[in-house]
């Protein structure tokens, strides 16, 4: 089953509302760290490619060039239109975008050669219903690539980092730990080939401003607050620095590259 209707419209709000700083505000995906993902999972150019949860399509128009074909899915409609504009902007024709949900993909079993997604699991209330959706559409011989942030293993922390995160996004659900990804994907059947957590700090104030929220609105403060708080003693896990007036925060991005077990269910 799908999720609620309620996340969904959550997600969708939010993502419609943040398109545009979404796509400015993209440190992340600079030419050479999309380069990186994409070279791990080694494309060919008679592969089939589809990036769940694609966003403005970043990732979809890294891979088009080095396979025949590169399709994204994505929920929010002002995000499948931005991915279109930049498809235009960068003149490339072997790709496409789709509207539909990650947790109930509209493509037959055994589709796709690469399946990636990247950070969108902590916006999901079912990630292991997506993944499995995700290992679903993969040829038995495909690699899955999953990117995310991975939360810290203390509970506390896990705790206070999460709720830091909704209340700058109310469309987060929960970052997962690297427990509970390795033992979703040993659920799932699927062998981690390759694992890279790399710590990526970033500005906090840039951060907000990609969420939708700027210094002026009153969750800027309340977040900026509940940040400041856990500097003594990392109590969040976002090993947060003063740097004029702006705070550095750190996130550890995940990579995981996965290869379906022999054998699976
Ligand atoms: C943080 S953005 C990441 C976008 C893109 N993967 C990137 O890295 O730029 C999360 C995206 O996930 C999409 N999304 C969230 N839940 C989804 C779901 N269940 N199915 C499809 N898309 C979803 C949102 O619409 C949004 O575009």
Redesign the pocket.
């Known amino acids: 089953m799908s999720?609620s209707k309620k996340h969904?419209d959550i997600?969708?709000k939010q993502?419609t509302k943040t398109t545009e700083a979404?796509s400015e505000f993209?440190p992340r995906?600079t030419a050479e760290m999309l380069a990186v993902r994409v070279d791990l999972v080694k494309p060919q150019p008679h592969e089939l490619s589809l990036?769940?949860?694609?966003?403005?399509g970043?990732?979809v128009l890294a891979m088009a060039p080095r396979v025949l074909f590169a399709r994204g899915?994505?929920?929010?409609r002002a995000?499948l239109l931005q991915a279109r504009r930049f498809q235009a902007q960068a003149n490339l024709v072997n790709a496409c975008f789709d509207r539909?949900?990650?947790?109930q993909l509209p493509y037959p079993d055994a589709s796709f050669h690469v399946v990636t997604?990247?950070?969108?699991f902590h916006?999901?209330p079912k990630p292991t219903a997506?993944l499995r959706e995700m290992a679903r559409v993969a040829r038995p011989e495909g690699r899955v690539m999953v990117i995310d942030s991975v939360a810290p293993e203390s509970d506390e922390k896990w705790e206070l980092h999460n709720q830091i995160e909704r209340k700058r996004d109310p469309?987060h659900t929960a970052s997962l730990r690297l427990t509970d990804f390795l033992a979703m994907f040993e659920g799932l059947s699927l062998r981690v080939a390759r694992q890279r957590i790399r710590r990526q700090t970033r500005s906090f104030n840039q951060w907000m401003l990609r969420a939708g929220v700027p210094s002026s609105h009153e969750r800027y403060r309340e977040v900026c607050r509940m940040m400041e708080e856990s500097i003594a003693g990392d109590t969040a896990g976002f090993s947060p620095q003063p740097n004029g007036g702006d705070l550095t925060i750190v996130h550890h991005e995940g990579m995981f590259l996965l290869a379906r077990e022999e054998n699976s269910p």
Request: glycine share 6%.
């Open positions: 999720m969904s997600i969708q993502f979404f993209a995906d990036d769940v949860a694609c966003g403005p970043t990732l899915i994505d929920l929010t995000m539909g949900d990650a947790e997604c990247q950070f969108c916006h999901m997506a469309s």
